[in-house]
């Protein structure tokens, strides 16, 4: 089960981009990929107040709304991670059933996978009904609860402490890429096995490497 953001899409700098122009509006400091990668949390209401933003003054709503419609700009050439099209296709030659849980509204999540031509690597695309980003944890539960006994163990595959705590709350195994929205320290303190691309993921998955 892949994360999206800053897991199979490298779309960091995309939203360091975004949102410095959202700062730059309100006069407030611009952050670099340091700054950004710790701040950067869920819910992300929290990483906006991090940063500076008045969100008991400010319309939450139309925040995110500004954000996605300049994301969608900034992002337009946001790549795959290096790598990511051999992992997928080695996963699925092994038989894994893959999925996308992720906190991005759907259908953006869509269009961004089609754009990359991933989405037939996937058994299903599941992401929120709305831009707030709250959340996936809850997401995860409700695919878990849909599981068949004996159908196979679930890796949760992610960037964020978050895709930790949803792995924790859907009560399956985590393995975390550094290089994505959060520091490696932060990472770190998870507990779970770090991996910095995709050959040593699939080496994860693959039970060459410590899952």
């Known amino acids: 089960m892949w ?18 122009v959202m700062l730059a509006e309100r006069g407030l400091p611009a952050v670099d990929i340091v700054r950004y990668r710790e701040a950067f949390r869920f819910p992300v209401r929290e ?7 008045d969100l008991e003054r400010e319309d939450w709503d139309a ?15 946001s790549p795959l991670r290096p790598g990511t ?11 894994f059933d893959m999925f996308v849980l992720s906190a991005s509204e759907l259908s953006i999540l869509n269009r961004m996978a089609a754009e990359r031509g ?16 709250h959340s996936k944890a809850g997401l995860g539960i409700e695919l878990m609860s849909g599981r068949s006994p004996g159908s196979g ?12 705590e949803t792995a924790r709350e859907m009560g399956c195994d985590c393995v975390l890429m550094t290089g994505g ?3 490696d320290e932060r990472l770190m303190k998870c507990g779970c096995p770090l991996v910095p691309g995709m050959p040593e993921l699939v080496d ?8």
């Open 181 to 183: 929205h959060e520091s």
């Open 85 to 95: 099209i051999e992992a997928l296709r080695a996963l699925s030659r092994r038989g």
């Open 118 to 133: 991933v989405t037939d690597f996937f058994a299903g695309m599941y992401g929120l009904s709305n831009l707030h980003a």
């Open 63 to 77: 925040v995110c709304e500004r954000y996605h419609g300049l994301y969608a700009a900034t992002s337009r050439s």
């Open 204 to 211: 994860v998955c693959l039970g060459r490497g410590k899952w």
């Open 3 to 20: 994360d999206w953001n800053g897991t199979l899409l490298d779309d960091v700098r995309a939203c360091i981009e975004a949102i410095n």
């Open 47 to 53: 990483y906006y107040r991090e940063i500076g933003f």
């Open 153 to 164: 163990s679930v890796l949760l595959i992610g960037d964020t402490t978050h895709d930790w």
